[in-house]
């Protein structure tokens, strides 16, 4: 694959809208891009898409999240304005100012209420969003309480990087399109899981992982960076390379899993970083917890700027990460 068509699959499904438990336009949007290049694809009941390469060998299963944080509508004022909650991982002073889109086109600013004294007490739950409404019937007739809206941010290309909204996970979605797709032969039986709900607790790749049961699990999600101005202290920097994960607050990932990755990397001569990752979780954290256990790690593209509008990743590691699971899976 061609960096240009590269960047065309991640834009396409990173536009996709999908927040936590709306994950159908994303998985419309992969399924045709896997098929002919795997044995089997399968929905499961709470909406994973599972895509099987059959083999006789080891059952690895591969995770990525399909969803993207939003926000939901909790109340319509007699103006017009929405009030809202958030899915997931939303942070009020990102969502200041941005633009969010529901299911349906309907465009709103998120905006504050301008009275506050300082900008610290700034919560979703003094903010509104201005759809362009006059009135309670008015907005009513556009939105309704429920609906959910995600971030606008166009996938746009500058020097090798990318920039997106939802990057958080459809690159690593798009690691996994791009595996299947280049995969060269392997024993082992290949399970893409594109998982739902991992922003709200990592909830899909509990009930895929049960449904498989694999010998051994990777998810592939992005990882914050150390690398920005008077950032925190973290060994990780953008274009540097996929990183294997050692930890996060979800999981201490499994010395096997870890061993692998890293004797796989250097026999292939793949350069890589190692990730400690001091808050968040992945999906990792819900399957090595299945059933009686299943030893499990994450690969992580580096990411600034995650949860926001604008999430930049570098091509470079795309590239490199899959190639990394490529060399993993063998
Ligand atoms: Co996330
Ligand atoms: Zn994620």
């Known amino acids: 694959m061609n960096d240009e068509n590269l960047i065309e699959m991640i834009g396409s499904i990173a536009q996709a809208f999908g927040p936590s438990g709306n994950e159908q336009n994303v998985r419309e949007a992969i399924e045709p891009m896997l098929s002919g290049y795997v044995d089997e694809i399968r929905v499961d009941p709470l909406g994973n898409l599972i895509a099987v390469k059959k083999g006789a060998g080891l059952k690895i299963m591969l995770a990525v999240h399909m969803d993207e944080i939003g926000i939901l509508i909790t109340y319509i004022d007699e103006k017009g304005f929405l009030r809202f909650g958030t899915v997931g991982g939303v942070s009020p002073h990102f969502a200041l100012g941005a633009r969010v889109v529901f299911e349906n086109g309907t465009i709103g600013t998120v905006w504050y209420e301008e009275k506050m004294d300082s900008m610290k007490d700034l919560k979703t739950d003094r903010m509104f969003i201005d759809i362009g409404a006059g009135s309670r019937e008015e907005a009513g007739a556009m939105v ?42 392997t024993e082992n039986e290949i399970h893409y899981v594109f998982t739902v709900q991992e922003e709200v607790g990592l909830r899909g790749a509990r009930t895929a992982a049960w449904g498989i049961m694999p010998d051994m699990a990777l998810a592939v999600d992005v990882t914050s960076v150390g690398d920005l101005p008077e950032s925190h202290h973290m060994a ?64 992580s593209i580096p990411t600034r700027f995650v949860h926001s509008p604008s999430e930049m990743i570098s091509l470079s590691d795309v590239k490199s990460a899959v190639k990394l699971l490529a060399a993993f899976i063998r």
Not at 167 to 175: F, H, K, L, P, T
Not at 241 to 257: A, F, M, N, R, Y
Not at 275 to 299: F, K, W
């Open 144 to 185: 309704h309480v429920g609906d959910m809206a995600v971030f606008c941010g166009d996938t746009v290309e500058t020097n090798g990087k990318l920039i997106s909204k939802a990057m958080d996970d459809r690159v690593g979605c798009a690691v996994l399109v791009a595996l299947a797709r280049t995969l060269t032969e």
């Open 236 to 299: 990780v920097s953008l274009g540097k390379g996929p990183t294997i994960k050692i930890k996060d607050s979800s999981i201490i990932c499994h010395p096997d899993v870890v061993e692998r990755l890293r004797a796989r990397a250097e026999e292939a001569g793949i350069t890589v970083q190692y990730e400690v990752l001091t808050a968040g979780g992945t999906d990792a954290g819900s399957i090595h917890l299945t059933a009686g256990g299943i030893p499990t790690g994450a690969v």
